[in-house]
Nanobody, 117 residues
Framework: QGQVVESGGGLVQPGGSLRLSCVASGFTYSIIAMSWYRQAPGKERELVATNTNFGASTNYADSVKGRFNISRDNIKNTAYLHMNSLKPEDTAVYFC??????????WGQGTQVTVSS
């Protein structure tokens, strides 16, 4: 069925950095895309960054371009979100979405990122 586990969230000051990890395990089919979403209190979940075509393509939300970087280790089935120059408005729960070649997407439980002085 597949399992997704995120980690790496925490409290960081504005201007700081964090690296989130997303580990996918137990998938029957190859993973074609891994994406990071976030949801702030009272707001809808939004796409932050996506890594598709088995790692060949990446896309970012305009709000994080130039500050965040998504990378993927295909051997470890792990995606990373490197977040730099963090702002208070980046505060949210960050979720990882894993899309296999066949079957439904799988989501993790999320990891909290808080940017505050």
């Amino acid at each position: 069925q597949g399992q997704v586990v995120e980690s790496g969230g925490g409290l960081v000051q504005p201007g700081g950095s964090l690296r989130l990890s997303c580990v996918a395990s137990g998938f029957t089919y190859s993973i074609i895309a891994m994406s990071w979403y976030r949801q702030a209190p009272g707001k809808e979940r939004e796409l932050v960054a996506t890594n598709t075509n088995f790692g060949a393509s990446t896309n970012y939300a305009d709000s994080v371009k130039g500050r965040f970087n998504i990378s993927r280790d295909n051997i470890k089935n792990t995606a990373y979100l490197h977040m730099n120059s963090l702002k208070p408005e980046d505060t949210a729960v960050y979720f990882c979405d894993v899309r296999p070649w066949a079957g439904p997407d799988r989501w993790g439980q999320g990891t909290q990122v808080t940017v505050s002085s």
